[in-house]
């Protein structure tokens, strides 16, 4: 094969990539692509923008680091506006490119786009995102078992985590034009000025991803204590933080898997440790779970497809993503999403938990909300987990928290509740309607 597109997805990085990896070994000459797809930029059926300022800031970001990158390597990054099924066939001709190669997604929108490439290119898909390649597992994707438990029980015992994939030296390719990445603003966003009370001031790129393990891992050693503070709502070490760059593939689960281990032969093994691995496999499960069910984990009953009339109360609604919904414990949580595209994973289950079950709103609808403003949002995960917490997914049982005992348990001396409730200037509702 002589000169083929590399399209980057959901995998902005060059180390553990295996689609550079099958590209560089079958190609003499790679284009490297990325398409920033319009539709992602749309207002969805809820009316909340897809990508909000937030999560666009960071992407921008982590192609600015991926293009760095590959200028270090000999190559260029094309940075195109459109739909990848139209972009990408126009760019091959213009390049002269007979393949492309991209990773592979397991959601609807995203399984169509492949699809109407595929109908008219030769195009070779690789899993890059999981942790294991679909056949590592010990049994077929549509025997997943319903339970994580089964599941994780399973690989644990059967699979193995494979060694990542070490970035090529030199990626060669024909002359291409200088990246060109739009700024937040020309895509007609504004970026909402930054929070001192935000746990972290994450920057995007593979770059900054590392320097994140580096901190968590070797430089603080905070791993170690992980499993004890991983319920943790203020402050940057609570917990990892590597979400919104495991979501945009700046770095892979498997690379922090090895680290992990690495760090077990050179620090220690505990179960902190453990735990860190235990939640990448919670994020594998929900990818899973997407193979499995395809579009059934967009229905309002979930992948049980169970019978729940949601109610659509627009006030209700309004007031539970403004964090003006009188309950203190909700509403610190989603003005610290709205306020700074975070909020800790003790925050997510307590808020939804509260939307699906005590205000007994559409579960999808705050799931939209959250993929707007998430920094973090992944399509699995996120519509993984609302289910799950709306109890139309993966729990047998129902999930139900009382967010006045959560509060107590998580925040007994009220000061996470204080530090997000206590600066009445920042008023949601104008702030919500300024960037959002
Ligand atoms: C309603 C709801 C929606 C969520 N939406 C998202 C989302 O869109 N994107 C996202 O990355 N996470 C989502 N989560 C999962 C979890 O809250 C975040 O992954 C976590 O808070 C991110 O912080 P961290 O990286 O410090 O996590 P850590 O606690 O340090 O965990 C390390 C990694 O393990 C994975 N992980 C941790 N918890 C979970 C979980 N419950 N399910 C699956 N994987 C997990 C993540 O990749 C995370 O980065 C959601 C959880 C809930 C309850």
Redesign the pocket.
Known sequence: MSRAILWFRNDLRLNDNPALDAAARECREIVPVYVLDERYLERGRWGFYRTGPYRLHFLLESLYDLSEELRSKGSRLLVVAGQPERELPRLAGEYGCSRIYASKEYAHEEIQAEKKLAASFDIRFLHSSTLYQPKELPFAIKQLPDVFTAFRKRVERYAEVSEPLVAPDEIPGPELPDTQIPSLESLGFGLPPADGRAVLEFRGGATAAHSRLDHYFWNTESLSV?KET?NGLIGAD???????W??NGCIS?RE?YREVEAYEAEVEQNKSTYW?KF??L??E??RLVAMRYGQRIFYPGGIQEKAVRWKDNDKAFEKWRTGTTGDDFVDANMRELLFTGF???RG??N??SYLAHHLKQDWRK??AW??SL?L????Y??Y???M??AGVGNDPRSRVFNTGRQASIYDGDGAYRRLWLGEPEKDPAAFLERYF
């Open positions: 992980y991983r609570y917990s990892s933080k590597f979400s919104p495991l979501a689960a922090i860190l939640e990448l919670w994020r499960y929900f909020m800790s994973n997510r289950q808020v939804a705050g799931a959250f993929e998430l973090d949002y992944d399509v995960t996120n993984g987990n609302w799950y917490a």
